[in-house]
């Protein structure tokens, strides 16, 4: 019972940029492999199967799968039975670079839409003062004309000519 093997022992698996596979059959640090390869970084690659998606045509149903590279720091330890992938310094930093772009592309929609909302309430306020003015308007218009009218019944009692109440 005891020489029950695995058939294939687990092992740290290193794919280099140029295609290359490395094996470890030991856990070893992140450290360690970027010391022995200069100007790299080590990631972990984690393969994620989305759902099935459809050709736009109504063609036929494919699996997307997402491959996920998250960067290990120095002081980590790659485990037996995951894969990693060396990643080139240029790499990383075009990465870095295109993370900030969209957080500034998000930052700037999100700061445009703000701003469209602001300006319609503004536009909506103005709209409505515009109103409540004209409204007014219409109200002094209408104590102008009454103003008017007591101004000419004075006017008519003095001369005599507006009928008198019993």
Not at 87 to 98: G, P, R
Not at 101 to 128: F, G, Y
Not at 129 to 135: K, Q, R, S
């Amino acid at each position: 019972m005891g020489n029950c093997q695995a058939a294939e022992a687990a092992a740290v698996v290193i794919q280099h940029p140029g295609g290359r596979v490395e094996r470890l059959c030991w856990s070893t640090s992140a450290a360690e492999v970027m010391r022995a390869n200069p100007g790299h970084y080590i990631a972990l690659v984690t393969l994620r199967v989305a759902e099935e998606r459809q050709d736009g045509d109504g063609g036929a149903r494919r699996t997307v799968r997402l491959t996920r590279v998250k960067l290990l720091k120095p002081k980590e330890t790659l485990l037996l039975g995951h894969a990693y992938r060396l990643i080139t310094t240029h790499e990383v930093t075009k990465a870095v670079q295109a993370r900030k772009e969209e957080k500034v592309r998000k930052a700037q929609q999100q700061m445009e839409e703000s701003r469209q909302k602001l300006q319609s309430k503004a536009r909506a306020a103005a709209s409505a003062a515009a109103e409540a003015d004209e409204a007014a308007e219409e109200n002094d218009n209408d104590s102008d004309n009454f103003d008017d009218e007591a101004a000419l019944d004075a006017s008519l009692d003095q001369v005599g000519l507006h009928g008198s109440e019993w």
